[in-house]
């Protein structure tokens, strides 16, 4: 069984950074491609970034391209979302996720483990 825990949300203003953490358990980390969604209150759950399992392959949605980097360490069973810039409509629960297929999937329901999310609010 895998579990994910997200650690590193919190509250920043409007162009400042966080760097979000999630910790895998287990010894198979490197044959999942990993993944970062984000729920808003009343929203759907949508896809910011995936990384394949080496960690040498990166997806991102249009609406983080260029402000959040998703990056992966397999010695140490961790993926990491580092989120720069950040705007009032970044604020989400934002979760990791563990995927079995080999492509870099954008939708949810590829992703077999999630954790149990972090909250991330930006102030305007």
């Known amino acids: 069984q895998v579990q994910l825990v997200e650690s590193g949300g919190g509250l920043v203003q409007a162009g400042g950074s966080l760097r979000l953490s999630c910790a895998h358990s287990g010894r198979t980390f490197s044959m999942y491609g990993m993944g970062w969604f984000r729920q808003a209150p009343g929203e759907e759950r949508e896809f910011v970034a995936c990384i394949s399992r080496s960690g040498t392959a990166t997806y991102y949605a249009d609406s983080v391209k260029g402000r959040f980097t998703i990056s992966r360490d397999n010695a140490k069973n961790t993926v990491a979302l580092q989120m720069n810039s950040l705007k009032p409509e970044d604020t989400a629960v934002y979760y990791c996720?563990?995927?079995?297929?080999?492509?870099?999937?954008?939708?949810?329901?590829?992703?077999?483990?999630w954790g149990q999310g972090t909250q991330v609010t930006v102030s305007s």
């Open positions: 996720a563990a995927t079995s297929t080999g492509d870099l999937p954008s939708v949810y329901n590829a992703y077999r483990y």
